[in-house]
């Protein structure tokens, strides 16, 4: 599923700038996704725990099938708009799904392992999907979104015919003292969240642009592209093998600050290589928030899907805000400042999750 996304991710804003499409619309349309998403998130989530995980997953993949032929048609920015906002219903109704059916009865050891191991699988997605759509679209730009298309039915076969035996209930309520301290650091990890979804959002939506102002190949953004999911895979692999980063607010605060590094590379960088520094530096701080983020939310005993989806609606809300804002920046003030802008953000985030844990400890 993040192989397709992955795909048309990169080509939209491709397709945008063919098509006519400004900073603003580039920013518009992330927005648009993320707005649809992030709503959706929300309430899908709670109603995946009423009708069932797989059931919802299959029909996202089935629905997915039919918008992703649609951009094959796509010759006006409108057009793009009414698809970016049926990509984000369409997906909000998949990945809390996923993650809830994931840390179903799971203690805090298995919780771990299972999250790492769904992160590595979606991460691989990211890796492939950008490689091939910058070579793929500069090659044959409409069957970029055709291979979405295929990706999504091929799942929806699969999740249909697989039976999958669910393992056996595991007790909890050893685990108390590990729950409740879940629960107080998982407002910390969804202020992480918001902030490096923001900065996401800005990167995903704008930075295409800004690297084929520079001239940079098509291929070539591919391949940096790619480099955040290289990134992310290194960092949930990490992740996944230890449990000293739980509960600390350390290992957070130094990626985040990895982060800002790798933003002011790419506000004031000209070169492939700053660039690749600073998407690489972005990955790893996907892999730790994100995961922190999908840990606390699922280290519970009670059903996960109505806190996942918060987990989802935080992620496509920061996807929503941040390009929208970036895109103003960029066309107003200049093509730098929406990496500057999302620096400041992740900057203040630092701020208030340091505060927050300070008045509850």
Known sequence: MDGGSAVVSLCVPLLAIEVGG????????????????????????RLADRVGYQRAMAAC????????????????VAQLFGLALLTGLGLAAFWPSVQAWLGREQNRAGL?????????????????????????YAAYADFSFVLAAILAAALCVAITLVRVRESAPVELEEES????????FLPVAWIANFATFFATGVIRALFPKLATDLGVATEHLGYLMALIGVAQFTAF????????WQFKLWPLALVQLCALAG????????????????LLLHGLLI?????S???YSLHSPSPAGRRIGFHEAILGSGNLVGPLLGGLAGEHIGARAPYLLAAGVIAVAMVMQWMYLRRNK
């Open 22 to 45: 400004s900073y603003d619309d580039l920013g518009a349309l992330r927005a648009t996704h993320a707005l649809t998403y992030a709503v959706g998130a929300f309430f899908l989530g």
């Open 61 to 76: 993949c089935l629905a997915m099938t039919v918008i992703y032929l649609g951009y094959y048609r796509v010759d006006a």
């Open 112 to 136: 771990r392992r299972a999250i790492g191991g769904f992160n590595m699988s979606w991460s691989l997605g990211l890796i492939v999907g950008p490689g091939v759509a910058g070579a793929l």
């Open 177 to 184: 003292a590990s729950i409740a301290a879940a629960r107080r």
């Open 237 to 244: 692999t990490l992740v996944a093998r230890s449990d000293r």
């Open 263 to 278: 933003l002011c590379a790419l506000a004031f960088g000209d070169s492939l290589f700053v660039f690749a520094v600073g």
């Open 287 to 291: 892999g730790f928030t994100f995961t």
């Open 293 to 295: 983020s999908g840990f």
